[in-house]
């Protein structure tokens, strides 16, 4: 096992859905930059919520990200209630469907 340390420096891997967003994004000319698990969201005391990607649009709006394959409840609670709390940021939930990405606004 790694120590403590180089756990936490260690780079977020992608699964196979979030790498074909992260392609999707990357084609993308409305948007500046991009990241992936690019910042960790407390929604309690010990209840933290990390988004998929941030993405920066050219008109300096900053939106979050959620792909999934499937949904598991607590997760869409999560992203509630990260869309409640934090207001300056859109939230978003991404599946891929046969055509394309199927969007969810929070």
């Known amino acids: 096992m ?24 990357s084609c993308r000319p409305a948007i500046l930059w991009w990241g992936f698990e690019p910042l960790k969201l407390r929604l309690a005391k010990k209840c933290f919520y990390t988004p998929d990607f941030g ?20 997760a869409r609670v999560k992203l509630k209630v990260a869309a409640q709390s934090f207001p300056m940021f859109s939230f ?14 929070f």
């Not at 920066?56 to 709006?61: A, C, N, P, Q, T």
């Open 55 to 74: 993405v920066l649009y050219k008109d300096r709006s900053f939106h979050l990200y959620e792909v999934k394959g499937f949904w598991r409840e607590d």
């Open 92 to 105: 978003h939930a991404v599946t891929r469907t046969k055509s394309g990405w199927r969007q969810e606004d």
């Open 2 to 25: 790694l120590p403590k340390a180089e756990l936490e420096c260690r780079e977020p891997e992608m699964n196979k859905l979030e790498a074909a967003f992260a392609r999707e994004l």
